[in-house]
Nanobody
Framework: QVQLVESGGGLVQPGGSLRLSCAASGNFFSVNDMRWYRQAPGQLHEEVATISRGGSARYAASFQGRFTISRDNAKNTVYLQIDSLKPEDTATYYC???????????????WGQGTQVTVSS
């Protein structure tokens, strides 16, 4: 069984920084593209960023500048660094990943349970 577990959220003051983590665990062959999304109260899911297994990152237009996605393939973990946090960054942040259960198998999309980020003074 594959699991994605996010961590690193919390309460932070405006202007602060956070680094979110999302680790994949279980039995699988490969973790390919990994992504971060967020959902603010009353809002739809927003895609934040995607990173390939090779480290190529791309960002949604609204998230360029203060958001940095990275990954450690040895740990099957993706990170999201958020700097200069603003109250409007308050949201639940989710990761997902395309995971192959075995070599040559189809990729399946797996989601984490989310981690809450609250930006408030």
């Amino acid at each position: 069984q594959v699991q994605l577990v996010e961590s690193g959220g919390g309460l932070v003051q405006p202007g602060g920084s956070l680094r979110l983590s999302c680790a994949a665990s279980g039995n699988f062959f490969s973790v390919n593209d990994m992504r971060w999304y967020r959902q603010a109260p009353g809002q739809l899911h927003e895609e934040v960023a995607t990173i390939s297994r090779g480290g190529s990152a791309r960002y949604a237009a609204s998230f360029q500048g203060r958001f940095t996605i990275s990954r450690d393939n040895a740990k099957n973990t993706v990170y999201l660094q958020i700097d200069s946090l603003k109250p409007e960054d308050t949201a639940t942040y989710y990761c997902n990943a395309d995971i192959q259960s075995e070599k040559g198998a189809y990729e399946y999309l797996h989601w984490g349970q989310g981690t809450q980020v609250t930006v408030s003074s």
